[in-house]
């Protein structure tokens, strides 16, 4: 692990071939929410940047970050998307219950994205304190939001690209 503090929501502009009604769903964790609306407010910022329409980007609150993976699977079954962002934050604390919630979600996202064939991001914050989330969520260290936007972009294009050459 790096001890350097880096902006890691850094990315080169780039092209992408999707159309502007490429529709995204943001489920969104309501517990922490000084860092949970930062992180939904870099998502919608980002796919807004790269010429995606504001009619086509959808987001929902989840009680909290265990709730991510089913909203997620709400969006999925019911809502007509293409990808789904799932946006959260997990602190540390002196119990275990941190461990069990963040295995917990991430499992059942990597589920999600196999189940469905869609891509569905892991955009879960899971830090040591409050500061760590600050720095993820805005701060020196970028906003995992932005970074979660742009996963979601490039995993479309990807699908795009693999079907296309299935049909070549």
Known sequence: MSSKKKNLSE?????????????????????????????CKGAVDTLLDQGFKE???ITYKVPGSFELPLG???LL??????????LGCVIQGETRHFEFICQAVSQQISR?????????????????????AKA?????????????????????????????????
Not at 77 to 86: K, S
Not at 158 to 164: E, P, Y
Request: glycine share 6%; aromatic share 10%.
């Open 11 to 39: 990315f080169n502009s780039f092209s992408h071939s999707l159309s502007s009604d490429t529709r995204f769903g943001i489920i969104v964790a309501e517990w922490n929410p000084e860092i949970t609306d930062s992180l």
């Open 55 to 57: 009619t086509s980007i």
């Open 72 to 74: 997620a699977q709400y």
């Open 77 to 86: 079954e019911n809502a007509e998307v293409d990808a789904v962002i799932c």
């Open 112 to 132: 999600l994205n196999l189940d469905y064939n869609m891509p569905v991001i892991f955009g879960l914050l899971t830090t040591d304190n409050f500061d760590q």
């Open 136 to 168: 993820r969520a805005g701060g020196i260290n970028g906003n995992k939001g932005v970074e979660a936007a742009i996963a979601a972009i490039k995993m479309l294009q990807l699908r795009d690209s693999v079907f296309a050459a299935q049909e070549s």
